[in-house]
């Protein structure tokens, strides 16, 4: 039997990501991350937070929509797709599971406008690949759904 060489094993890099928090007042407070806008960060108004503030879980179900975004972003441009418009929805399910809220579901309902020379098929394929290579949607236990509708022009 002929051996082959072995391939180099790829080395891939880690990251780390740094934020802090101050509490203000009530159940309140500034998310900050060094080169960035700081954000007002309360509990959610069910929870006796501050109504009009960002909360933990608007950020939870933002961040599997951003990532979703972006990875389908990065895919595209590699591919050559023809991006018009991409602007997505989300909406994430937090149930009371096992003696703790949780969240259960994330669905994103992207409207991907792409220009002629790919079908709907195609982008499609391309959306569902970046969703399995969402590094936050992976990163979690919710079941993440991704319902595209694709306009090509």
């Known amino acids: ?10 080395k891939y890099k880690s990251f780390t990501y740094h934020t802090n928090v101050a509490w203000t007042s009530d159940r ?10 700081q954000l007002e960060v309360s509990s959610p108004p069910e929870f006796k937070g501050i109504p009009g503030v960002w909360t ?11 990532c979703q975004m ?15 418009s991409y602007v997505s929805a989300a909406e994430g399910t937090l149930e009371f ?10 669905t994103i309902r992207p409207v991907i406008t792409v ?3 790919w079908t709907k ?3 499609d394929g391309l959306v569902h690949t970046a969703h399995d290579h969402c590094l936050i949607g ?12 694709i306009i090509i022009e």
């Open 1 to 10: 039997m002929e051996q082959t060489p072995q391939q180099p094993i790829k």
């Open 28 to 37: 309140q407070g500034t998310l900050r991350a060094d080169g960035k806008p």
């Open 56 to 66: 933990p879980e608007d950020l939870f179900v933002a961040a599997v929509e951003i």
């Open 70 to 84: 972006s990875t389908f972003l990065s895919f595209g441009a590699r591919k050559e797709l023809p991006l018009r």
């Open 97 to 106: 599971v096992d003696g703790n809220y949780r969240f259960t579901s994330i």
């Open 115 to 117: 220009g002629s020379g």
């Open 121 to 123: 098929e195609q982008v």
């Open 138 to 149: 992976n990163s979690i236990t919710a079941t993440v759904t991704v319902e595209p509708t």
